[in-house]
């Protein structure tokens, strides 16, 4: 199935799935760096799947709730140290992700917003026209980063009782409605998820969002081979992380697309490396070692393949935490989805970073605990370090 697309990425002219064309240079483009909006909570603390020894979510007992001055203080960090966005999560214990993210484009100038979203929550079509109108209300900063689902209680939480290569699936079908509603031509599917006649919208966004699509399973690589215009990954050691790359590049190739790529890492930079991981041994000190034990036992029984292979680098174990040079699995004890963190001196940080990006790696999502001040650690710290090397895309500083 390919989907039309009649638009122009922030890159230039689309090839036929809306990506860039084989044609192009095979290596990375610059480095985009981004931030993460915390709207279940945030904390001095790993904030993880449970936060006691009863298995709940109930984010009352972060210690910054995710209200909407804080979090706008957050976005206002990441834009003066120079991120281009800030990814912003979707789930049941998350504020709303595209109305927080359309109240924050208020208080901000340039700060762009990865909007995560659940096909199985919303049609295709009208997800068309909210990104639609979404990108004019705010001046053209909408990504997408589009949640399949990998959870199934949470997914059975919002009504969506598919198993998990059927879920990758219908967001391959969702996705070709999205564009084919910007394409400026009626756009029909007769699916197996989604019937449409005539999918379209008032007017397309300019520029048309980026689509991320994130997933370690061979269903989220075909998916994302022919749909998306990123694969998102989590953290993985180089040798892992660099397997999944080109296992979405084959798939891509033979669809006659070219897919770039971002990894998601949280980030313990300091001055010194000493200073670094005496930050991270504090983290791992505070973790509540019941709370670990029934974290580990979901991991264990979640369907999702990277939430898999996130909790197989450390398999419960404390002792053996630095899985690759700076990269640490201690969030991953704990915490679902993204569970490694670049641990180091700022200098380190930049180094790992541009070892990732000779992956071909060129969206990097970070964040640590907490987000507000972590954003000007990385920002003021690995950032420049990052620049004057001639890797950055972001852009400067901004005042105000």
């Known amino acids: 199935m390919t989907d039309p697309d009649a638009g122009s990425g922030p890159g230039g002219p689309l090839g036929p799935s809306g990506s860039s064309g084989p044609d192009e240079p095979s290596g990375p483009g610059p480095i985009r760096?981004?931030?993460?909006?915390?709207?279940?909570?945030d904390g001095r603390e790993v904030i993880?799947?449970?936060?006691?020894?009863?298995a709940t979510d109930d984010p009352r007992t972060v210690g910054r709730p995710p209200e909407p001055d804080y979090l706008a203080d957050v976005a206002r960090a990441a834009e003066r140290a120079g991120f281009?966005?800030?990814?912003?999560?979707?789930?049941?214990?998350?504020?709303?992700?595209?109305i927080t993210t359309a109240a924050l484009t208020q208080i901000t100038k340039r700060l762009k917003f990865i909007v995560a979203f659940r096909p199985d929550s919303v049609s295709p079509t009208l997800a068309a026209q909210m990104a639609a109108t979404w990108q004019r209300v705010s001046g053209g900063r909408l990504m997408l980063n589009v949640v399949t689902g990998g959870d199934d209680q949470e997914q059975r939480r919002f009504g969506d009782w598919l198993?998990?290569?059927?879920?990758?699936?219908?967001?391959?079908?969702?996705?070709?409605?999205?564009?084919?509603?910007?394409?400026?031509?009626p756009y029909d599917l007769e699916g197996e998820h989604y019937r449409v006649a005539g999918a379209t919208v008032g007017r397309a966004p300019r520029?048309?969002?980026?689509?991320?699509?994130?997933?370690?399973?061979?269903?989220?690589?075909?998916?994302?081979?022919?749909?998306?215009?990123?694969?998102?990954?989590?953290?993985?050691?180089?040798?892992?992380?660099?397997?999944?790359?080109?296992?979405?590049?084959?798939?891509?190739?033979?669809?006659?697309?070219?897919?770039?790529?971002?990894?998601?890492?949280?980030?313990?930079?300091?001055?010194?490396?000493?200073?670094?991981?005496?930050?991270?041994?504090?983290?791992?000190?505070?973790?509540d070692q019941e709370a670990i034990a029934v974290s580990q036992r979901k991991f264990r029984d979640s369907v999702s393949v990277g939430q898999q292979r996130m909790a197989a680098l450390?398999?419960?174990?404390?002792?053996?935490?630095?899985?690759?040079?700076n990269l640490w699995a201690g969030f991953g004890l704990l915490r679902r989805h993204a569970g490694t963190a670049l641990v180091g001196s700022h200098e380190q940080v930049a180094d790992r970073i541009e070892e990732y990006h000779r992956l071909g790696v060129e969206h990097?999502?970070?964040?640590?605990?907490?987000?507000?001040?972590?954003?000007?650690?990385?920002?003021?710290?690995?950032?420049?370090?990052?620049?004057?090397?001639?890797?950055?895309?972001?852009?400067?500083?901004?005042?105000?």
């Open 207 to 287: 520029p048309r969002p980026e689509l991320f699509l994130g997933g370690a399973s061979a269903a989220a690589a075909e998916v994302s081979a022919h749909h998306a215009d990123v694969h998102l990954a989590w953290g993985e050691p180089p040798p892992l992380l660099a397997e999944q790359l080109d296992r979405v590049r084959e798939r891509a190739a033979r669809a006659g697309r070219r897919v770039r790529f971002g990894v998601r890492f949280h980030v313990i930079a300091r001055d010194t490396a000493a200073e670094a991981w005496s930050e991270a041994d504090r983290l791992l000190a505070g973790m």
């Open 48 to 54: 993880g799947w449970v936060h006691s020894g009863t």
């Open 33 to 41: 760096a981004h931030w993460f909006l915390p709207t279940s909570g």
């Open 314 to 325: 450390h398999g419960g174990r404390t002792d053996r935490l630095e899985v690759y040079p």
């Open 364 to 400: 990097f999502i970070l964040s640590g605990q907490p987000h507000l001040e972590e954003a000007y650690q990385v920002g003021e710290g690995v950032l420049p370090l990052l620049r004057r090397r001639g890797l950055l895309a972001a852009p400067d500083v901004t005042e105000g």
């Open 84 to 98: 281009e966005a800030v990814l912003t999560p979707t789930g049941t214990w998350c504020e709303d992700a595209w």
């Open 163 to 185: 198993e998990h290569d059927r879920r990758y699936a219908r967001t391959g079908e969702f996705l070709s409605i999205l564009r084919g509603a910007w394409s400026g031509t």
